[in-house]
């Protein structure tokens, strides 16, 4: 997935895309079934179950031709599986997945009952909702959509995994703060962020209203320093050096409010509610204008 | 489809509001058998609508479920929890359709499949 015309998603809709001979890969090339494990398993690690050994409900979301959905066989859970291309769900069926299958656009809502599932996970499949396949479809009502549906069948504290490949930053932030509009906390896990071939993008979502979680940590390589993690607060919404602008600022009527710190604090606030229409801090943060009436 | 799955899915087409739960219309039904689990069973008892359940497993001629349920059945009757799990988890629908309670909109099973995907008028 380097080059941007390495992406599967360009190049036709899922459902046209995935046909007999691409959903055969999955089950012959062990290249494929292999990452596909891998990602899997990194994905239980982070939707982080309880550990008391009982066999839960899971979702997967883009289950494809069920291989992920082995791996959750495997440790006791049962799962439903859901996925928009016919040919991978033959495949599926033919490999006799534990799990039941339906077809489904994710981006037309999940339809199922409230709180019921115990988790959710999807492996490589979110991006493809990223791209507008006829003129009706809007990807961010589409992922709207699904986050929406998401919230409302999930158990109270349960987390989706959402594995995924965005096509760059702006991309990981639209999906980021459609799926916090939708109630979600969370964010972007990214393992090994310094290399290019190994780097992982999760997206976890968590349901549970008391507290904040914190967001689990992302893996690395042994020799590389420093992980990254960006959740929604971090970077940008950090407040640039405080000193120097205590003194002017600040309205005649609100003494204490509205100065340059003010309206920071009000910015870093914004943004760590999701509103992308933020303006950057700059030095002309909270500067007076100019008396133009001199003109 | 299992009965699990069928318990969990409700009608999404957009502006229904009796969606839940689909008429199941069988032509074709498979017993695949699945490992006895009762733990998984007294999990998802509570979170299952046992109404739609029984309806659905009376219309589909699978015999064994009661109406009601008590504590002591989920605890330790055999027989009972043998049933439960032989209704929610190994009867499948091969062929046939789901039926959306308020619109009457057909959508089929194929191969043990249901298709789901709604037209674009519909959402």
């Known amino acids: 997935m380097g080059r941007s015309g390495d992406r599967p998603e360009h190049t036709a809709p899922p459902d046209v895309f995935y046909d007999d001979v691409e959903a055969r890969k999955y089950t012959t090339n062990s290249r494929i079934m292999n990452i596909q494990t891998q990602l899997t398993e990194r994905a239980m690690e982070l939707l982080a179950l309880p550990e008391d050994g009982q066999p839960r409900l899971l979702l997967d979301l883009g289950c494809g031709s ?3 959905g ?11 599986g859901f996925d928009i291309s016919m040919s991978m769900l033959e495949v599926a069926k033919e490999r006799e997945t534990e799990g039941d ?3 489904k656009d994710l981006g037309q809502g999940l339809g199922l009952r409230p709180g019921c599932y115990d988790g959710a996970i999807s492996i490589s499949a979110l991006q493809w909702l990223c791209n507008a396949e006829t003129s009706q479809q809007n990807p961010k009502l589409r992922l709207k959509c699904l986050f929406d549906s998401l919230y409302k069948c999930l158990a109270r504290g349960a987390r989706a995994v959402f594995q995924m490949y965005p096509e760059n930053a702006v991309q990981a932030e639209m999906i980021t703060v459609t799926a916090m509009k939708s109630g979600f906390t969370g964010g972007v896990v990214v393992d090994f962020p310094q290399s290019s071939k190994a780097k992982k993008h999760y997206l976890v979502l968590m349901t549970s209203s008391a507290g904040v979680p914190q967001l689990p940590q992302a893996l690395e390589d042994e020799h590389m320093g420093q992980v990254k993690v960006y959740e929604r607060t971090s970077a940008k919404g950090k407040r640039r ?5 205590g003194g002017h600022g600040g309205s005649k009527r609100h003494p204490q409010a509205k100065g340059r710190d003010w309206i920071l604090k009000k910015k870093a606030l914004r943004r760590k509610r999701g509103y992308m229409d933020v303006q950057p801090d700059t030095k002309y943060t909270g500067r007076k204008r100019r008396n133009l009436s001199n003109f | 489809m299992k009965l699990l799955t069928h318990n969990m899915l409700e009608c999404h087409i957009k502006g229904v509001t009796n969606k839940y739960p689909f008429k199941v219309e069988a032509e074709e ?9 009762p733990d998984f069973l007294r999990r998802m008892y509570p979170k299952l609508d046992w109404k739609a359940l029984k309806e659905t497993a009376d219309e589909l001629k699978i015999e064994g479920l009661p109406e009601s349920v008590s504590e002591e059945m989920l605890k330790g009757d055999e027989s009972f929890l043998r049933a439960f799990h032989h209704a929610l988890l190994e009867v499948e629908v091969q062929e046939g359709a789901l039926i959306c309670p308020e619109t009457g909109r057909r959508f089929p099973i194929t191969k ?9 008028d519909e959402c």
Do not use: A
């Not at chain 1, 050096?241 to 602008?245: A, L, N, P, T």
């Open chain 1, 241 to 245: 050096k405080d000193g120097g602008h």
């Open chain 1, 66 to 68: 069920g291989l992920s």
């Open chain 2, 29 to 37: 039904m498979e017993n695949c058998e699945c490992e006895f689990n």
């Open chain 2, 112 to 120: 043990g499949i249901p298709n789901l995907l709604l037209n674009e």
């Open chain 1, 101 to 103: 299958l339906c077809r």
């Open chain 1, 70 to 80: 082995e791996t959750l066989t495997e440790r006791g859970h049962y799962w439903t």
